[in-house]
């Protein structure tokens, strides 16, 4: 009975995926947010057009907790990592500011980030890390 219901809850992750892996380099120094980690990552991808290439920067943002969250906290700009996660979305309320003396609560706003599970380091920030 019971590998039945195992079997079942298998077949059942099997058909939501929700994994992202990305490589690249940071934009600034990770800022730390009461129990979580924000970081700022930039990838980078190419495609040929009429035999010209060109080149098109994401921006990431990246979100660590916990134990994780004190680790990555001795990343510095320009580092080159590896994010492993979970794409999430939340929904938060933006303020407009108008002028000093009002502000305008805006219609929410969806914003995306990728909830890390692992974070490596790569390339030449591993030098800086051993260094230290």
Request: hydrophobic residues 40%; charged residues 35%; proline residues 2%.
């Amino acid at each position: 009975m019971k590998i039945k219901k195992k079997a079942a809850e298998q077949k059942a992750q099997r058909k939501y995926v929700n994994e992202v892996r990305l490589v690249g380099y940071l934009g600034q120094q990770p800022k730390r947010y009461d129990n979580r980690v924000v970081m700022s990552l930039a990838t980078v991808s190419y495609s040929k057009r009429h035999e010209d290439w060109h080149y098109h920067t994401e921006w990431h943002r990246i979100v660590a907790w916990g134990k994780l969250a004190e680790e990555v906290t001795a990343l510095a700009k320009g580092d080159h990592i590896e994010v492993k996660g979970d794409l999430r979305s939340r929904v938060f309320a933006a303020i407009e500011i108008l002028s000093p003396v009002t502000q305008k609560s805006s219609d929410n706003d969806m914003i995306w980030e990728i909830r890390a599970r692992s974070v490596s380091v790569l390339d030449r920030a591993k030098d800086r890390i051993k260094a230290d």
